[in-house]
Nanobody, 115 residues
């Protein structure tokens, strides 16, 4: 069982930056593929970025060049650095951990991009 706790959300102006963190429980964090997803109000949840146990990353086209996912296995934490944020990126951002058939979600952190 893995527990995920997101933090770092909040209100940011358009063009601003935020860094989200996701702290995971468990001693085998380093084996999990970690991901960030987001769900705007009234819309479906979509993938933003993922990072494998080996450090390979993948991004949604809409965030390439602006967002960076990283992980610190010594701290059981995955990060999402978000720059040049846009109003339509207002959403609840969720952390995900996946390994084989296991799939875990955090409760999410709200990011509001507004002036």
């Amino acid at each position: 069982q893995v527990q995920l706790v997101e933090s770092g959300g909040g209100l940011v102006q358009p063009g601003g930056s935020l860094r989200l963190s996701c702290a995971a429980s468990g001693s085998i964090f380093r084996f999990y593929t970690m991901g960030w997803y987001r769900q705007p109000p009234g819309k479906q949840r979509d993938v933003v970025a993922t990072i494998t146990s080996g450090g390979s990353t993948n991004y949604a086209d809409s965030v390439k060049g602006r967002f960076t996912i990283s992980r610190d296995n010594s701290k059981n934490t995955v990060y999402l650095e978000m720059n040049s944020l846009k109003p339509d990126e207002t959403a609840v951002y969720y952390c995900n951990a996946a390994l084989s058939r296991a799939n875990y979600w955090g409760k999410g952190t709200l990011v509001t991009v507004s002036s």
